[in-house]
């Protein structure tokens, strides 16, 4: 069926593969204390720094070269471009609610992801009410002094678009 020539360069890969997951050899699973940091990170301090346009806070929260991702845009690189981004598209709204809920944390060493969903609604006066629900994937770096930077940021809606109240 397989070759011995393929069957151990089949073996390589998957040696390989398993080597490469869950960060460096040795690297120890996230502690119950990390993983508390990062959904601090996610669920409380991100979402309370967008809900009150708090860009210097949430500029803390990222590494200098983060990249965020976001649903019919182009990927933005750098923290100064991210917040340029977010304060201009963000700044301007009454956003009413922002949550955001971690629904697996994972990781090794001083690299780890989250996953989760979000719900955000808006309110413009004299127009409906806007909402929007979907899902994230961060991807999160330890940095010397402890704390967990955002290095990756992935957000993306359920529904093609916001839905608007009463239409």
């Not at 890969?13 to 990390?34: F, K, Q, T």
């Not at 917040?83 to 629904?103: C, I, V, Y």
């Not at 991807?139 to 009463?166: C, F, H, M």
Request: charged content about 20%; aromatic content about 8%.
């Amino acid at each position: 069926m397989f070759s011995p020539k393929a069957l151990t360069a089949l073996l390589a890969v998957v040696i390989a593969s398993a080597a490469c997951y869950g960060g460096s050899p040795g690297s120890a699973p996230l502690s119950a204390e990390d993983a508390a940091a990062i959904r601090q990170v996610m669920e409380q301090d991100f979402t309370q720094f967008m809900m009150t346009d708090d860009w210097e806070n949430l500029g803390g929260l990222m590494k200098e070269d983060a990249v965020i991702m976001v649903f019919g845009e182009p990927e933005a690189k750098g923290k100064a471009v991210i917040l340029e981004a977010l304060e201009r598209n963000w700044g301007p709204l009454n956003m009413t609610k922002f949550d955001q809920a971690s629904t697996m944390i994972d990781g090794r060493g001083d690299l780890a992801y989250a996953r989760g969903t979000y719900s955000l609604a808006v309110e413009i006066e004299g127009a409906p009410r806007i909402t929007d629900e979907g899902k994230y994937l961060v991807i999160l770096e330890k940095q010397p002094d402890g704390t967990w930077l955002l290095s990756t940021i992935n957000y993306s809606r359920n529904a093609a678009k916001p839905a608007v109240e009463g239409m």
